[in-house]
Each structure stands twice: as structure tokens, then as C-alpha cells.
């Protein structure tokens, strides 16, 4: 897996911070569902082209809580349009609170919920990106994802290995070109191991008394191969999610005989991976369009 070096982030921002840019409003936004979440915002492509751009769709991460929702991806998602792609940024239901906040409910994600919304979400965006986005081409389409939005977008990839009787399996792979997941939360064993994000895995999967039973239908490193391209894009010195994390999703994915990339950038921590002003930014938009051209 390459190490790439890149130079002191402009940003300014310390390496685990997220970016302070100000939203960027869509340029049209469509409901896949009746729930305030179940929300699409799309960005067209900028500047001059030929033809249909490619579509990204993009899951944001915030350790499926929901303080976190898609509005802090609104400057990645404008980014990658002025980079010629057409993008959909998906919004899905999360948890309920922090447990600072005394609220009541499921503290990260909710099942099956966050999961009906990628599946329903991912399902209906064809459709709905050539009625909002004629300039799309859904045929070139890659999902990307950073953080927990990488594991949902690793997850989406690979709902057609999903175990037999799962209400989110498809008969055949999704018609992806691939998946670039950023810092993502891929091999739940790990990330428990690690702590990533206060325990914010079991959370998701309602707690120690069923993690063990839900994981085979959630977890992308139970979840292969896939058949499908993946890249992974991690700093090495992100600390919210630690690169092995992505080190042991790559190792899980070769002993089903597939291979991950996994691009490790040097002196980058989590969130310069979506930070419009930072090089790592770059990088990702070059991985994505790897695979979309």
C-alpha cells in the first residue's frame, strides 16, 4: 500500500479538527422517503465538459449520531462538482443523542433504519438523479464515503453478499464503478478493539447484546469479496480512526481474495480528507476519478 507524502496542510487547521468552510446550498434536493432524513441534495458539475459527468455519491460520516448530518460535507461535495463531477449527497436517519444531551434512544445509528435509508437511498437515486440532475451519468457512478460514511458506503457495495434472508440484499452486485472510503470505520472488530468514536460501533448495532448477531449483516469486513473496485484514503496520523483500522479491512478483504488499495497519507489526520483546502482533498478527488473515467 503506498505512503504519500504531502506538504504542510493549508488549512492551517490541526490534523483531527473538522473544516470550518460554511455550507454550500445544492443545486436541487429530492426526498427518496416520507422521513425528514430520507433526503437527497445534488450538486451539478462546474466549468466546461463534454457530455454526462459522472456521479458521486457521497455518505457522510459523524459516527451515525445525529448531531452530525450532512451539512458538513456540503463544501466536499461543492468541491468535488468544480471538479467536473456530479454529486448526490445522501442524508440518512442517525442516533438520537450524545449521552451528554439526556436524550433518550439510540446513541449511534439506528437499526435498522440507518440501514432501510443507504439501501433506499442508493435504490431510488437513479431515478431521482436524472429527474434532479440531467447532466449525470448514473451509469459512471462511485460512491464515496469518510468515516462512518465510509462504512456505509463499503457497506452499500456489498449488500449482494449480504447473508440470505437480509431485507437489504440485492440478487446481483450494484452497478458501481467503485468505492473510495475515506478513513472508514471497515472492520468492526478492529474499531471495538480501539474504541473508535466512544463505542460508537456496538452502538450502532444496538448494544452488547446483539452486536455479535447483527455484525454479519453490517460489518464490510464480513462482507467479502465483493467483486467490486475499492480504494481506502487514510492519513496515518488520524486518531479518530486509526489506520489500522483500514489496514486490517485490506487484510480481511486479501484473505477472501480480493484486493483493497489502501492509499496512507502521510501527516494527515481525519478530516483534511474532505477539507476542500487541504492537498489530501486532491488526492481523494484523483482516486475517485480513477475510477469514474
Not at 437499526?111 to 451509469?139: G, I, M, Q, S, Y
Not at 483534511?272 to 492537498?279: N, W, Y
Amino acid at each position: 500500500m503506498p505512503s504519500v507524502p504531502l506538504p504542510d496542510e493549508p488549512s492551517g487547521l490541526p490534523l483531527d479538527e473538522p473544516p470550518t468552510l460554511p455550507a454550500v446550498a445544492p443545486d436541487a434536493t429530492a426526498p427518496y422517503g416520507d422521513h425528514p432524513d430520507q433526503i437527497i441534495d445534488f450538486y451539478a458539475p462546474r466549468g466546461e465538459r463534454t457530455g454526462a459527468a459522472p456521479l458521486v455519491v457521497v455518505l457522510h460520516g459523524g459516527a451515525w449520531r445525529a448531531p452530525y448530518d450532512r451539512q458538513h460535507v456540503t463544501p466536499f461535495a461543492d468541491f468535488l462538482a468544480r471538479r467536473g463531477f456530479a454529486v448526490a449527497n445522501v442524508e440518512y436517519r442517525r442516533g438520537s443523542s450524545l449521552p451528554h444531551q439526556d436524550a433518550s434512544g439510540p446513541l449511534a445509528g439506528r437499526w435498522p433504519e440507518t440501514f432501510d435509508d443507504v439501501a433506499a437511498a442508493l435504490d431510488a437515486l437513479p431515478h431521482l438523479a436524472k429527474e434532479a440532475l440531467p447532466e449525470a451519468d448514473v451509469r459512471r457512478t462511485v460512491l464515496t464515503g469518510h468515516s462512518a460514511g465510509g462504512h456505509l458506503a463499503l457497506w452499500a457495495a456489498a449488500r449482494h453478499v449480504l447473508p440470505e434472508g437480509s431485507p437489504w440484499r440485492l440478487d446481483a452486485p450494484p452497478p458501481l464503478r467503485g468505492v473510495v472510503a475515506l478513513a472508514p470505520i471497515a472492520d468492526f472488530a478492529e474499531a471495538v478493539r480501539r474504541g473508535v468514536c466512544g463505542g460508537a460501533v456496538t452502538q450502532l448495532l444496538g448494544g452488547d447484546g446483539t452486536y455479535e448477531e447483527r455484525r454479519p449483516y453490517a460489518d464490510p469486513a464480513a462482507l467479502l469479496p465483493t467483486g467490486i473496485a475499492t480504494t481506502v484514503v487514510q492519513g496515518r496520523t488520524d486518531t479518530t480512526v486509526p489506520h489500522e483500522v483500514a489496514e486490517a479491512f485490506a487484510a480481511a478483504a486479501a484473505k477472501a481474495g480480493e484486493v483493497v488499495g489502501v492509499t496512507l497519507l502521510e501527516d494527515v489526520g481525519h478530516f483534511p480528507l474532505i477539507d476542500p483546502v487541504a492537498d489530501a482533498c486532491a488526492v481523494v478527488a484523483e482516486e475517485i476519478a480513477q475510477l469514474a473515467y
